[in-house]
């Protein structure tokens, strides 16, 4: 998932939640993306972003946390908020996300095995706000959402986690857990919507991947 690129030159931001849990301050890149490896991202018409991902059930496991390492340091080359094991070739129900709320709180994690929260229609309101996609390149549209999402799961080691997000963390919770479950964010455009954002995908494709080129270059400077 990716909005407006959050800003990742400044200080070290002091409002953190990590894996839901406050902290005093947190690196920039965090320690997950220190050891892992940049990935390709997939795209929009890869058979594998439609498929319904595997539940995981070996925690604990080096492969796991490679994997999640991996997937931290590929988000942030590519600018994103999110990103969800599919988008790197894994049909496995895993995300990760790095991704500011409404308030300026920024919140780091990944969940294993996600589950949404049905939660009370009379408690939630649905709003239209611009969203993108790291599969689909270039491309932002309004997409509506819930102001307010709850997510269940594990973390890699099998602890259960609760997170729960507002505003434009609650977006990012829901369009990951949407990936795992084979949905893109394009499923909840109207037709005319969708053309126009693989139509922008077409002409803003080459540039997002210099992007992430000159990112991934910076990494060993």
Known sequence: MVFVRHDRSGPVDRRVRVQGEPVDSYPLLPPEGERGSVRRITEVGEEILRRT??????FGTPDLSALIDDMFLTMHVADGAGLAANQVGVDLR?????????????????????VLDEL?????????????????????MD????????????????????????GYFARCLQHETDHLFGHLYL????????KAALRQTADRR????????????????
């Open 53 to 58: 991902c595997r539940e995981v059930t070996g």
């Open 94 to 114: 895993i995300f990760v996300y790095d991704c500011p709320d409404d308030n300026g709180v920024r919140h780091v994690g990944h969940i294993v095995n996600p």
């Open 120 to 140: 009370d229609r009379a408690g939630r309101q649905l709003i239209d706000e611009p969203e993108g996609c790291l599969s689909v390149p270039g491309a932002v």
């Open 143 to 166: 997409v509506p959402r819930t102001d307010r999402a709850v997510v269940r799961g594990f973390d890699k080691d099998g602890n259960p986690l609760v997170i729960e997000g507002t």
């Open 187 to 194: 499923d909840r455009l109207s037709a005319r919507d969708r």
């Open 206 to 221: 080459e540039q997002v991947f210099a992007r992430r080129a000159a990112n991934a270059a910076g990494l060993s400077r």
